[in-house]
């Protein structure tokens, strides 16, 4: 109780900066009383719907979407939906924002994950998590559902399939991306399909901030240049997440296109 009363405080912060800075959803028009019902529907939408993100970071990326400029064209996407609870906050922000959220998934949950992917440990929380075949798995029709009653479907466009086949090639605009894709053979194929379509200084959020085996792809200088022909990102969060709160951090981080130029340098 006394953690989650200091999680509650620690949060009031980011809450009032996301409420009343004008500069957040100024250049689509979103003022502090649409970004107060916004925060509503976040909450009540968690409440009634199971989701594995949480409201301050789906704050997080209404603040990041509404920080693209109005005039950059490109859609938002999400890889890995579960049952749709993110999805709906963010097709929210979406709709506010008038662009179209084109979400991933193959709605049949993970892959067999390899070995590399079984276990993540999470060492500044002093935990892990395992994983398998068909976990968070949800049908294209309950996560549908899901999104017309909590969210704006009519901003949606659904993908279906594992992102190997799905991702690579697709040559989407995208303006930013959430990944909550889980294992590092999932996150590979969706940076291939979405980095190189990004503009400069928008970003790619992941939810396994945490995970230091996962996150440790945006420091892989080898893997970014044979792939993606530039160099490794690297990675806001890694380790412990973004600190959306004043006591702890978050699941949630991101690697920013034109940050790699910092320390750019020889092959």
Same mark, same amino acid.
């Given at each position: 109780?006394?953690?989650?009363?200091?999680?509650?405080?620690?949060?009031?912060?980011? /809450? $009032?900066?996301?409420? @009343?800075?004008?500069?957040?959803?100024?250049?689509?028009?979103?003022?502090?009383?649409?970004?107060?019902?916004?925060? /509503?529907?976040?909450?009540?939408? %968690? !409440?009634? $719907?199971?989701? $594995?993100?949480? %409201?301050?970071?789906?704050?997080?990326?209404?603040?990041?979407?509404?920080?693209?400029?109005?005039?950059?064209?490109?859609?938002?996407?999400?890889?890995?939906?579960? $049952?749709?609870?993110?999805?709906?906050? %963010?097709?929210?922000?979406?709709?506010?924002?008038?662009?179209?959220? =084109? %979400?991933?998934?193959?709605?049949?949950?993970?892959?067999?994950?390899?070995?590399?992917?079984?276990?993540? =440990?999470?060492?500044?929380?002093? !935990?892990?998590?395992?994983?398998?075949?068909?976990? @968070? !798995?949800?049908?294209?029709?309950?996560?549908?559902?899901?999104?017309?009653?909590?969210?704006? =479907?009519?901003?949606?466009? @659904?993908?279906?399939?594992?992102?190997?086949?799905?991702?690579?090639?697709?040559?989407?605009? =995208?303006?930013?991306?959430?990944?909550? *894709?889980?294992?590092?053979?999932?996150?590979?194929?969706?940076?291939?399909?979405?980095?190189?379509?990004?503009?400069?200084?928008?970003? *790619?959020?992941?939810?396994?901030?945490?995970?230091?085996?996962?996150?440790?792809?945006?420091?892989?200088?080898?893997?970014?240049?044979?792939?993606?022909?530039?160099?490794?990102?690297?990675?806001?969060?890694?380790?412990?997440?973004?600190?959306?709160?004043?006591? /702890?951090?978050?699941?949630?981080?991101?690697? +920013?296109?034109?940050? +790699?130029?910092?320390?750019?340098?020889?092959?």
């Amino acid at each position: 109780m006394i953690a989650r009363i200091g999680s509650l405080v620690g949060a009031v912060p980011f /809450v $009032l900066r996301f409420l @009343f800075d004008p500069a957040i959803g100024a250049d689509y028009g979103v003022g502090t009383l649409a970004k107060l019902r916004l925060i /509503v529907r976040f909450k009540r939408n %968690i !409440a009634e $719907l199971e989701t $594995l993100s949480s %409201i301050r970071e789906h704050m997080e990326l209404a603040r990041a979407i509404f920080a693209v400029p109005r005039a950059v064209p490109g859609d938002v996407v999400e890889c890995g939906c579960y $049952l749709g609870g993110s999805s709906a906050n %963010i097709s929210l922000v979406c709709k506010l924002a008038g662009r179209k959220l =084109v %979400i991933y998934d193959s709605f049949e949950g993970l892959p067999e994950p390899s070995e590399q992917d079984r276990k993540h =440990v999470y060492v500044h929380y002093d !935990a892990s998590d395992d994983y398998y075949q068909g976990r @968070f !798995a949800a049908s294209l029709d309950q996560v549908k559902a899901n999104i017309a009653r909590y969210g704006a =479907v009519e901003v949606c466009e @659904f993908v279906k399939g594992f992102f190997d086949a799905t991702l690579p090639g697709s040559g989407r605009n =995208v303006v930013l991306a959430f990944l909550d *894709v889980d294992l590092v053979d999932s996150l590979k194929p969706c940076l291939l399909g979405i980095w190189n379509n990004l503009p400069e200084s928008c970003r *790619v959020y992941v939810h396994e901030a945490a995970s230091l085996s996962l996150v440790s792809l945006f420091f892989d200088e080898r893997w970014w240049r044979e792939q993606l022909g530039g160099a490794a990102p690297g990675f806001v969060g890694s380790g412990s997440g973004l600190p959306l709160t004043a006591m /702890v951090g978050s699941e949630l981080g991101y690697a +920013q296109k034109g940050s +790699q130029l910092v320390h750019d340098g020889p092959a």
